[in-house]
């Protein structure tokens, strides 16, 4: 008696056959753990690196703790960030979680995703005309 009856020829199939289809589920499993697991968190890890990367001095942060303050000076590995007047605290850099846009910033991303929303509005318009004179041209003939 064997405890892996997949890996088993059935009486029917050729050892070949039961290979495969052994084999089949674990290439299955492989392949969602990869794109539902593994894909997501390497993409969130470049771009948390991407983040602390570019920190650099008067960026708003907020710590893993729940520390919000602002850079004052930054090193190779740590971050200086004032929390108040008179108190700073020396972070490692991992230790940042996210860091706040300014309002300059916002206002960017803001007048970047309306100029984004209004070339859409307007290729929409565009094949809408496109369809339209189509028509046309196919009526009159």
Do not use: W
């Amino acid at each position: 008696m064997s405890f892996i009856p997949f890996l088993q020829a059935a009486p029917s199939m050729s050892t070949t056959g039961a290979l495969f289809q052994g084999v089949v589920p674990f290439v299955l499993i492989i392949i969602i753990f990869y794109f539902f697991l593994i894909r997501p968190q390497n993409k969130k890890q470049k771009e948390t690196e991407k983040m602390l990367n570019a920190l650099k001095k008067g960026d708003k942060v907020i710590t893993i703790g729940g520390i919000h303050g602002v850079v004052s000076s930054v090193k190779e590995h740590t971050v200086i960030v004032k929390v108040d007047d008179n108190c700073k605290i020396e972070f490692n850099r991992t230790a940042i979680s996210s860091v706040e846009l300014s309002d300059e910033e916002k206002a960017k991303l803001e007048e970047a995703a309306a100029a984004k929303k209004a070339e859409k509005e307007a290729a929409k318009l565009a094949k809408k005309n496109k369809k339209a004179k189509k028509e046309d041209s196919s009526t009159e003939e």
